[in-house]
């Protein structure tokens, strides 16, 4: 008896056994309990993404109906299962690509059979197919193992601290050089026409389609190193060559049949990745993400898994890497360096490999920033600039050492993001307890250890105070949203800093100890390092603007000028002291003039713990006042990250 | 709960997510018109001038270099460039910057190098100049050339001839290609 008789004489056996409760004919021929422990088996449900929400229902995340041959594929895995079964049997073509079912579908082809064996899908006409578009993808892949990329911030930009992570694909080859690997994406096909808030809006609410692409690590590299100046991040996972491969063949399930809607803040670049590695990787659990997704947080995710990353490689920023070299510059050079670019020396003149080398490094930044103009002029001197370079010798030992590029954005070495705190604190004669917690994300005083530097960005949060003398809760303020960036600047760019900030806080210049005031404020200024990129000083110039009972008239507005150093002499301690002139234009009883005085202090005790102090006094207010308000505070916060 | 959150990030992430876009806009949309222009003059000033062309370059009917740049190839790439525009915003899965040039006719084996040299022409040329590095490293690849250090030399060395000129990333390709089999050595290790 043959094989295929067996499974003939089997298949008869189970459908007589199975047929009154069997789903479907077609798959009758599978043992009912067979079938169900599928249906209900990890693997076969993160193929199909599926997700318990936060009401304890479970479905895909997928979007497009045609990732499911059953109508109930959604929701319902085990129709999915038979409904998958049945279509591998027929000539169907389906998806983007005009498929049979399982070259669209091959990695539920290959476990589907795996689990169930050849025999089995051949008694239910399901045979091997040639799938010529799908070897054509693996192949330029040529997969060994996969690297997850995070990139980090821009410069002068704190929302784009969040970061963005892909994959790169590493190819078998013999003699690889990494930018020649396939990378892997995930993003929102944005059309061109859509710009700023209509951009934000929609990828909040889900107005765009998720799509994967395939792209060169090179244009990925020139994407971000060079044209956007983040640094790249890139954790090799230890993957292996069929799990790398499983991980595309779900990718191009998805893909060629289908889309996610894209979320900025869970179905999310990081999301999606990680719901492809779930699936390369049964043992690892990813996708255990509650309120966001941030892709900072998803490396983090990978690297607590024991094992799962096997190394960790840096690539600085096009613009960290044009500093670098004229860091190294001496006086004489860096004379040298100012004429070329000045146009006051012609290249040639110049027999300094190692000046050469910084103007072109330096051009290079300067063609990034897109201005046509400025290019066209900048042409010829870069030409004439590598012209020269080439004739020169190597540099060779005599190069001056290169100090290293900070490697201060790597993800998985920063704080966690939520946080929660407790302070003790005297106000004048009175004790104060409180209680902090925020959602997200990192603030001036944070140890920026895989953010960016010098750099604030605070989503919602809430303090409350406990005043024991008079048994009183206050609160003290409920943050909507605080960005602060302060852009040093330097010789070569001159950018400004800037803040904005949105919060109902308790004021400390009124005579009342509850009340609240809705405060926006935001204004720009300038940053300057003092000999040390750890040493800064800030001048900020902003306009206020408040609203609540608590004021004259329902509300107060006025300019503020605060000046202030950030002091990082260990990268575990900061140091904050800030003087801000306040006036308040429609202080008619008072002094419209006051200023507030604060010197904070942080010193991170691990990665997620961190005691912060702090002193504040506002002087010399409210001497028209009848009853002066003692207006000094004294505090001491233990926070912690999680 | 969540809801909540998102309105309240929503609000947060405005102006970031505004400034983000509006550099990727200004990043974008001058660049492949100035290349263009560029390539254009190029192409010009080799059909007129008396130096011609190089072997192999293939006529780039004045359209430059922004033919072969895609920012972002569908996973799919190709195979469905021309189905996949009903569903899939014209931003993705096609050629962007196609500028309605006519297609070149580059030989498969000239493909990954021509391309190669197109999306990291910037970084190349100060390579080359100084005669190694990743991307010239990755560039000697797509030439199939085994010894990078080699190949290196050879691009410090003839830096001036190779990109001589209003050079483009194309027409440099074709000239690396030809001073390759001026080098006996190189014609050796490389395998173009």
Same mark, same amino acid.
């Given at each position: 008896m043959t094989i295929g008789a067996a499974a003939v004489l089997f298949a008869l056996v189970s459908i007589s056994l199975s047929m009154p409760t069997a789903a479907r004919a077609d798959a009758g021929v599978i043992d009912r309990a067979k079938l169900d422990a599928l249906a209900r088996s990890p693997y076969w449900l993160r193929l199909l993404h599926y997700k318990t929400g936060w009401l304890g229902h479970t479905r895909s995340l997928v979007d497009g109906p045609e990732f499911f041959f059953s109508k109930e594929g959604r929701t319902d895995a085990r129709a999915e299962l038979v409904a998958t079964l049945a279509a591998f049997s027929k000539d169907l073509k389906v998806g983007r690509l005009k498929q049979l079912p399982q070259c669209a579908f091959p990695e539920r082809y290959r476990y589907l059979k795996s689990e169930l064996g050849p025999g089995v899908l051949g008694v239910l006409g399901i045979k091997d197919q040639a799938c010529p578009q799908l070897e054509e993808f693996l192949a330029s892949f040529n997969a060994k193992s996969a690297t997850l990329v995070f990139s980090s911030a821009y410069p002068n930009s704190p929302g784009s601290m969040f970061g963005h992570t892909f994959l790169r694909i590493n190819s *078998?080859?013999?003699?690889? *050089?990494? &930018? &020649?690997d396939q990378g892997l994406s995930f993003a929102a096909a944005v059309p061109k026409s859509d710009g700023g808030l209509t951009f934000a809006l929609k990828g909040m609410l889900g107005g765009y389609i998720g799509q994967f692409a395939r792209v060169p690590y090179y244009a990925k590299v020139n994407e971000y @190193? *060079?044209?956007?100046?983040r640094d790249l991040w890139e954790y090799d996972l230890n993957l292996n060559a069929e799990e790398s491969q499983r991980l595309l063949l779900n990718a191009w399930e998805l893909e060629t049949n289908s889309w996610f809607d894209y979320f900025f803040f869970d179905e999310n670049c990081a999301y999606v990745l990680l719901s492809l590695l779930e699936v390369a990787k049964p043992d690892w659990q990813l996708t #255990?993400?509650? %309120?966001y997704v941030i892709p900072g947080e998803t490396v983090k995710a990978v690297t607590? %898994?024991?094992?799962?990353?096997?190394g960790v490689k840096f690539r600085p920023s096009l613009r960290k890497k044009m500093y670098q070299r004229l860091d190294a510059l001496d006086g004489r050079q860096r004379e040298l360096f100012f004429k070329v670019i000045g146009g006051k020396m012609p290249p040639a003149e110049v027999g300094d490999a190692e000046v050469l080398e910084s103007v072109a490094s330096y051009l290079h930044y300067e063609k990034q920033k897109g201005d046509v103009d400025a290019n066209n002029k900048n042409a010829p001197l870069l030409q004439a600039t590598l012209l020269r370079r080439s004739q020169l010798g190597d540099v060779g030992p005599a190069r001056r050492p290169l100090r290293p590029v900070l490697e201060d954005t790597r993800p998985d070495l920063g704080h966690d993001p939520y946080r929660v705190g407790t302070s003790s604190g005297v106000r004048g004669s009175g004790f104060f307890q409180e209680l902090n917690f925020k959602f997200a994300f990192h603030d001036l005083l944070n140890k920026d250890q895989g953010y960016l530097r010098f750099s604030e960005i605070d989503f919602p949060g809430a303090t409350v105070r406990f005043l024991p003398k008079s048994g009183v809760w206050n609160i003290e303020q409920v943050q909507g949203l605080a960005l602060t960036s302060l852009f040093p600047m330097t010789f070569l760019e001159r950018r400004p800093s800037w803040k904005f900030n949105l919060d109902y806080y308790s004021p400390k210049d009124l005579p009342c100890t509850t009340c609240q005031l809705g405060r926006v404020q935001a204004g720009a200024g300038a940053t300057a390092e003092i000999f040390s990129p750890n040493y800064i000083v800030y001048a900020l110039g902003l306009l206020d603007f408040e609203v609540g009972s608590a004021v004259r008239k329902g509300f107060r507005w006025g300019p503020q000028l605060q000046v202030a150093t950030i002091l990082n002499p260990w990268p575990d301690y900061k140091m904050q002291c800030a003087a801000t002139l306040i006036? #308040? @234009?429609?202080?008619?009883?008072?002094?419209k003039l006051y200023t507030l005085f604060e010197w904070n202090h942080s010193l991170a005790l691990s990665k997620d713990w961190e005691i912060r102090a702090g002193f504040s006094a506002i002087s010399p207010a409210n001497s028209l006042m009848g009853s002066p308000i003692d207006s000094k505070e004294g505090k001491l916060t233990l926070n912690f990250y999680f | 709960m969540k809801i909540l959150t998102i309105v309240l990030l929503a609000l947060a992430l405005a102006p970031a997510a505004m400034a983000q876009t509006a550099k990727k806009k200004h990043k974008t949309a001058p660049a492949p018109q100035a290349e263009t222009k560029q390539a254009a003059k190029a192409t010009k000033t080799n059909e007129e001038g008396p130096s011609g062309g190089v072997p192999g370059e293939p006529d780039i009917d004045g359209c430059g270099l922004g033919w072969q740049v895609t920012d972002s190839q569908s996973i799919i790439g190709a195979i469905t460039r021309g189905t996949t525009n009903g569903t899939v915003?014209?931003?993705?899965?096609m050629t962007s910057g196609s500028l309605g040039c006519k297609k070149v006719p580059f030989t498969k084996r000239d493909q990954a190098g021509a391309t190669y040299a197109v999306s990291n022409y910037d970084s190349l040329r100060i390579e080359m100049a100084e005669g190694q590095g990743e991307v010239l490293a990755a560039f000697a690849r797509t030439l199939g050339c085994g010894d990078t250090a080699a190949f290196g030399r050879m691009t410090k060395k003839n830096y001036g001839t190779l990109l001589e000129g209003q050079s483009t990333p194309v027409r440099m390709f074709y000239k690396v290609k030809q001073q390759i089999q001026l080098d006996p050595a190189l014609t050796a290790s490389c395998a173009v």
């Open positions: *078998n080859a013999t003699e690889k *050089n990494d &930018l &020649l @190193l *060079n044209s956007e100046s #255990d993400f509650s %309120i607590r %898994i024991a094992g799962a990353v096997t006036s #308040d @234009l429609l202080q008619a009883d008072r002094r | 915003p014209p931003s993705f899965g």
